[in-house]
C-alpha cells in the first residue's frame, strides 16, 4: 500500500510529496549557481514579510469569506465578484470573463519587464460542506458543496503578498509588472489550458502558482502524478414502452454500460501509472422507458502527454465499440477539460525554497494541534498533528519511477512559461483529499497562519526575481534549453473544445439559496468560526 502523505490530492498535487518521499531532490545534484541577496534585497525581504504579518486579518478575512462561498468549478460567481473588488480597490486594472470564462479574469498592476503572473484556483468539491474548526463531519449545509480541498486560501495569499509588493515597488521605484489570475474550475481542469491556448501568458516572465498543502515545499522538474483529457461520451438510442414494446427501443443506457465494462477489462492491461474514472451523467430518465440518450463522463490520467493520447484512443475505440454493441449512435466527443503532465522551474524553484527556510513553519498553539489530531482520530489516520519543518526543495521524479497519481492543469502553464507551485501548510496532514475532512481546518487559524507563511515566500520570492535579473535569465535557459529541449507542449484540447461553462450550474442552483444565509459577514464577526459560533477547536471528547 502506498500511503500519500499530503493533505491535499485534487484532481492536483500529490507529485511533490512523494518526490520528497523517496529523498531525491535537492539531493544528487548542485544548485544552480544563482546570486544571494545583497543587503538591501535582506532588508525590503525582512519588510515584506513584517508587511504580511501586518495584513493578516486583512488575509484571514478573504480565507473566510471565499470558504462561506463554497462555489463550484465554473459557478465561481461570489468569488469573482469578491476578489475583482479587491483587486481593483487595490488599484489593478481588471480584464474581466477573459477566454469565454465569465469567473476567469487577468489583474494587472505596474508597467514593464519582468512581468509575474500569480495564480491559485478558486473552486471547491461536491458535498464536502463543513463546518470549520470541527473535528467530525459536520456540513454547514448537507449535500452542499464546500471547500474540502482548500481552494479558498490561495488567492488570498497572492493577493496579500501583491500589495505588499505593490508598496516596496511604488517607494523604491522598482519597475515591473504584476498580474493576478484565478484558477477557475481546477477540479475539472476546465480553464488553464483554455488560458494557455489563448495566449494569456505569453508576455509573462515567471508564473508563481500557490497550492495549498499540509507543509511548506517545492519543487523542480518532472513532477510525480499525471496529466489527463476529461472526455464525455453521449450516446443517442431509441426509446419505448419497456413493457409492452421493449423490442421497438434501442437503449443508449447499453452502451454506456457496456463501455464501461469494456474499459474495465482494459484497466489489467494497462500501465501500472495510468489511472482512470468515470461518472454516468445521464443514466437514462425512469426504468419504463428505453434510455434514447445515456452519457458516460471519462479522466483518463497518464504521466506523459503520449501515453495520455494513448488511453483516449481506447476510450474512442471502446466507446464506438459498446455503440455498436447496443445499436446505438455515439455522438460527437466532448472534451470538457485538460491538464498536461507538471513539469517546473529550477531557478524559480531554489529561490523559492531558499524563502521557505527563512520563513519556516508557523507557530500552531494547541488549540490548532488538537483540531489536527482530533480529525485524524477521527477518520482512522495517524495522529501526527501539523506540520513542524518545511519541506523544501525536491527535484525531478523519472518518468519509470512515477506511479500515477493526482493532476493539475497548471501543468499546461508550465509549459507556456517557467512556473512553479508554492505549497502552503493550511491544511492538516492524512487527510482523504476531496472530502468534508479536508475543509476542516480551512476557515480556522491553521489556513490564517499558513496562508500568512506562504504569503511572506511569495513575496520574498518576488522580491528576488523583481530584483536579480540573473533568476528570470536562468528561469528562461533552464526553460529553453532544458525542460523544452526535447519535449513539445500540443493542446490536448482540440480545436472544438470550448470552456465548458454551463457545469455546476443546476448544482448551485439548487443549495446556493441555504448556504446564502451562512455568507461570512466580516463586518459583523471578526471571523467565521465566530459567525458560526463555532469553540475552537470542537473535537470529539
Ligand atoms: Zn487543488
Redesign the pocket.
Known amino acids: 500500500m502506498r500511503v500519500i502523505r499530503l493533505a ?1 490530492v ?1 484532481v ?2 500529490a507529485g511533490a510529496t512523494l518526490a520528497a518521499q523517496r529523498g531525491r531532490g535537492a539531493g544528487g545534484q548542485a544548485p544552480l549557481n544563482l546570486p544571494p541577496d545583497s543587503a538591501r534585497i535582506t532588508a525590503l525581504k525582512q519588510e515584506a514579510a513584517d508587511e504580511v504579518d501586518k495584513l493578516k486579518d486583512f488575509s484571514q478575512q478573504m480565507v473566510d469569506q471565499i470558504f462561506s462561498y463554497g462555489e463550484l468549478g465554473f459557478q465561481e460567481v461570489e468569488t469573482h465578484r469578491y476578489l475583482v473588488d479587491i483587486l481593483k480597490k487595490n488599484g489593478f486594472t481588471v480584464e474581466d470573463g477573459i477566454v469565454g470564462i465569465p469567473t476567469a479574469f487577468m489583474a494587472t498592476w505596474g508597467s514593464g519587464k519582468p512581468v509575474l503572473a500569480l495564480g491559485s ?1 478558486i473552486d471547491c468539491i461536491p458535498q464536502a460542506s463543513q463546518k470549520p474548526g470541527v473535528a467530525y463531519h459536520d456540513p454547514i449545509v448537507a449535500g452542499a458543496p464546500g471547500h474540502g ?1 482548500g ?1 479558498n486560501s490561495g488567492e488570498p495569499l497572492n493577493i496579500t503578498a501583491a500589495i505588499v509588493l505593490k508598496k516596496i515597488m511604488e517607494r523604491e521605484k522598482i519597475p515591473g509588472t504584476i498580474k493576478i489570475w484565478p484558477g477557475v474550475a ?1 477540479e475539472l481542469v476546465g480553464a488553464k489550458a483554455q488560458y494557455v491556448r489563448a495566449g494569456v501568458f505569453k508576455d509573462v516572465d515567471v508564473a508563481l502558482f500557490t ?1 495549498v498543502g499540509d507543509r511548506m515545499q517545492v519543487s523542480w522538474g518532472d513532477r510525480a502524478g499525471t496529466g489527463l483529457v476529461s472526455v464525455e461520451y453521449s450516446f443517442k438510442g431509441e426509446s419505448a414502452h419497456a413493457a409492452a414494446n421493449p423490442w421497438r427501443g434501442r437503449s443508449a443506457l447499453d452502451a454506456v454500460e457496456l463501455m464501461d465494462v469494456g474499459w474495465s477489462f482494459q484497466r489489467e492491461l494497462l500501465p501500472i501509472s495510468q489511472r482512470s474514472h468515470r461518472v454516468i451523467v445521464d443514466g437514462g430518465d425512469q426504468p419504463n422507458v428505453v434510455p434514447s440518450t445515456a452519457a458516460v463522463w471519462y479522466y483518463f490520467r497518464q504521466t506523459t502527454f503520449q501515453g495520455i493520447k494513448d488511453l483516449w484512443a481506447i476510450g474512442d475505440r471502446i466507446a464506438k465499440g459498446a455503440a455498436e454493441m447496443a445499436n446505438v449512435e455515439l455522438l460527437p466527443t466532448r472534451v470538457l477539460g485538460a491538464a498536461w503532465p507538471q513539469h517546473f522551474n529550477r531557478a524559480i524553484a531554489e529561490v523559492t525554497a531558499a524563502n521557505i527556510q527563512k520563513v519556516g513553519v508557523p507557530q500552531w498553539s494547541d488549540a490548532d494541534i488538537a483540531l489536527a489530531k482530533g480529525i485524524q482520530k477521527e477518520i482512522g489516520a495517524r495522529e501526527t498533528g501539523l506540520s513542524a519543518t518545511p519541506g523544501g526543495l525536491s527535484g525531478p521524479v523519472s518518468e519509470a519511477e512515477n506511479t500515477g497519481g493526482g493532476s ?1 492543469d497548471i501543468g499546461d502553464v508550465s509549459w507556456a512559461v517557467p512556473t512553479v507551485t508554492l505549497n502552503y501548510p493550511s491544511n492538516i496532514p492524512g487527510l482523504p483529499g476531496h472530502n468534508w475532512a479536508n475543509a476542516v481546518s480551512m476557515a480556522t487559524p491553521i489556513a490564517h497562519k499558513g496562508v500568512t507563511a506562504g504569503a511572506k515566500v511569495q513575496a520574498m520570492t518576488m522580491i528576488d526575481i523583481l530584483m536579480k535579473p540573473e533568476v528570470v535569465t536562468a528561469a528562461w535557459d533552464y526553460f529553453k534549453n532544458v525542460q523544452t529541449a526535447n519535449r513539445h507542449y500540443e493542446p490536448l484540447l482540440r480545436p472544438q473544445d470550448q470552456p465548458a461553462i454551463e457545469m455546476n450550474k443546476g448544482i448551485m442552483e439548487k443549495y446556493r439559496p441555504e448556504m446564502q444565509k451562512y455568507y461570512y459577514d466580516p463586518t459583523r464577526y471578526k471571523t467565521y468560526l465566530e459567525q458560526l459560533g463555532i469553540a475552537y477547536p470542537t473535537v470529539r471528547k
Open positions: 491535499v485534487c492536483c498535487v484556483d480541498e481552494h481546477e497550492h493539475d
